[in-house]
């Protein structure tokens, strides 16, 4: 691999010459080009895109079966009305109903995540006659008004979800160790769930319509539950008639081991919602698979999130060869190579007394840091005011590690390098891109 150009000497990083679309954190870094794990910038230096850009892009860059299907779809017709039958759109919602649990059979379509995180949220409202979606402190659902005022963590949510109605979008802590007093993971799942329990409760269980939550925390943490946890919360919500709604839109599609993060919780929620891996992010598709009754009552009362974009043929086409994809041999290769990517992680964790834990599950995992002296958190994982850049190392880590060519994700609440590589990333570059966050750590701390 070529030596790459460190990052500093890059580019112009004062807000003024860099377009607002640009994160702040990836200054100077221009992708224009990808092939499989890795993507190029516009001086020709490869990356190994140790985060699919937004979690997102799990087949890997330029897969052929998809651009094809992409193509074809555009020769035969792009576009056909969302209030018209098409046959792709039929037939990728059919592919959608026969990989997801139990009954969950009724897809609506929609075009972001946060679009279908918001048609969730209607849809059991309208099913349940009752005004609140209960989500976690921390959490991320999206930047739409609706969505934004179920996001949980203060720094992530958009200007417009924090000033809109939060009416009906309450909030519980996450199953995280930091956010509990417990004993050992069982102890935990049990305080966490009986947490839930306690602010359904408070709320009112009659004006609680669902519980929304990641099944792995994305960027909210990159972390599984504790184990019981979703069972118990199932149980939960039976008793006080909640819906259970898991937000798959970065745990989905294989990103997990599994087709969606709640198959390995043995659960079976109400709704799900996806985006982002559903066409490995070759074109924007979301949406929301329903339980089969709740798909009944929605017939009955009217369902009218519609949006022109929604379920757009092209994209549809993407996803059904994504699937193709991932059911063909990309969920097989996650599964062979989580034991190597886990074992690696696991001694990052030995090695740098910086490193406070390594959690995640398939090939979504966060490396959590700690001052290396005192083992203290550099954050208070609870201040949601905490003035994070002075004292946050994530960002030099990761620009360590680009400057060695891998892009890394960062996530909060705690303090974290995220790893989402493609999930058609070989071992030898799993071996590389964790070779790559070693030194990075060891160039940052020591
Ligand atoms: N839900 C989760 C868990 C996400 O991570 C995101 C985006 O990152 C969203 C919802 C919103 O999706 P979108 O950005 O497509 O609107």
Redo the contacts with the bound molecule.
């Keep these: 691999m070529q030596e790459n150009v460190p990052h500093a000497d890059r580019g112009e990083a004062d807000g003024e010459t860099i377009p607002h679309w640009h994160d702040p954190k990836s200054e100077g870094m221009t992708i224009v080009e990808g092939e499989d794990a890795t993507v190029y910038d516009d001086e020709g230096n490869a990356y190994l895109d140790f985060v699919s850009q937004?979690?997102?892009t799990n087949a890997g860059h330029s897969n052929e079966a998809i651009t094809d299907a992409m193509t074809a779809q555009m020769e035969r017709i792009p576009y056909v009305s969302s209030a018209k039958g098409n046959d792709v759109r039929d037939a990728l919602a059919a592919d959608l109903a026969e990989i997801a649990p139990g009954s969950l059979s009724e897809v609506y379509f929609s075009?972001?995540?946060?679009?279908?995180?918001e048609s969730a949220a209607q849809i059991a409202r309208t099913v349940q006659d009752a005004p609140k979606v209960l989500t976690r402190w921390q959490?991320?659902?999206?930047?739409?008004a609706g969505?934004g005022a179920l996001?949980g963590d203060p720094s992530t949510r958009s200007t417009v979800g924090r000033y809109a109605a939060t009416t009906g979008s309450g909030k519980f802590l996450p199953p995280l160790p930091t956010a509990f007093d417990a004993d050992s993971p069982e102890d935990l799942a049990e305080q966490a769930a009986d947490h839930v329990e306690f602010v359904i409760r408070n709320e009112g269980a009659d004006s609680v319509a669902a519980i929304m939550m990641?099944p792995v925390g994305?960027?909210?943490g990159g972390y599984p539950a504790p184990p019981g946890y979703f069972e118990r919360l199932r149980e939960i919500c039976d008793e006080y008639d909640v819906l259970l709604i898991a937000?798959?839109?970065?745990?989905g599609f294989g990103r997990c081991g599994d087709w969606f993060g709640i198959d390995t919780e043995d659960v079976e929620p109400d709704m799900i919602?996806f985006?982002?891996g559903v066409t490995s992010a070759y074109a924007?598709l979301?949406g929301v698979i329903a339980d089969d009754w709740i798909g009944e009552t929605v017939r009955e009362e009217g369902y009218d999130l519609g949006q022109t974009f929604a379920g757009h043929p092209v994209a549809c086409a993407a996803g059904r060869a994504a699937i193709d994809e991932y059911e063909s041999h990309l969920i097989d290769d996650v599964r062979e190579l989580t034991p190597v990517l886990e074992s690696r992680l696991k001694e990052l964790e030995d090695a740098h007394d910086a490193v406070r834990t390594v959690r995640g599950r398939g090939f979504l995992w966060s490396v959590v840091f700690a001052d290396p002296e005192t083992g203290e958190p550099f954050v208070h994982p609870w201040a949601a005011d905490a003035d994070e850049d002075e004292e946050n190392p994530v960002a030099a880590v990761r620009e360590a590690a680009a400057d060695r060519g891998v892009i890394f994700g960062s996530g909060r609440p705690d303090v974290q390098v995220l790893i989402s590589p493609p999930l058609c990333t070989t071992r030898d570059e799993l071996e590389r891109g964790i070779d790559a966050l070693d030194a990075a750590i060891e160039e940052t701390f020591e």
């Design positions: 937004l979690y997102c075009i972001s995540g946060s679009e279908a995180n959490s991320y659902h999206g930047g739409t969505a996001t990641e994305g960027s909210s937000d798959e839109v970065i745990t919602t985006a982002k924007p979301a």
